[in-house]
């Protein structure tokens, strides 16, 4: 079993940064790929950003290409979100998730493994 915990949410303003952290309690996640998911209020939840098992391949909604990214630090068992010049509508709460298949991760199913509780991110205008 994994556990994971979100954390680094909050209130920012408009053009500002966060960096959300996903850690994995439990069991290693070296071999997953890890996922970041949203959903906005009154929303269906939305792909984000994924990352593959090694790093290399990474993954992107287009509405947060260049402003947004995923990178993962197995030593400490967290994946980060990095993001940047945020803007109102990315108000939404922020789920990681982990499966070892990376297009799983990516189409954002229902069969992913392992799912945190979120995190809120409140982007002020």
């Known amino acids: 079993q994994v556990q994971l915990v979100e954390s680094g949410g909050g209130l920012v303003q408009a053009g500002g940064s966060l960096r959300l952290s996903c850690a994995a309690s439990g069991r290693s996640f070296s071999n997953y790929a890890v996922g970041w998911f949203r959903q906005a209020p009154g929303e269906e939840r939305v792909f984000v950003a994924a990352i593959n098992w090694s790093g290399r391949s990474t993954d992107y909604a287009d509405s947060v290409k260049g402003r947004f990214t995923i990178s993962r630090d197995d030593a400490w068992n967290t994946v980060y979100l990095q993001m940047n010049s945020l803007k109102p509508e990315d108000t939404a709460v922020y789920y990681c998730?982990?499966?070892?298949?990376?297009?799983?991760?990516?189409?954002?199913?229902?069969?992913?493994?392992?799912w945190g509780k979120g995190t809120l991110v409140t982007v002020s205008s």
């Open positions: 998730a982990a499966d070892p298949i990376f297009a799983l991760v990516v189409a954002g199913g229902d069969g992913i493994d392992y």
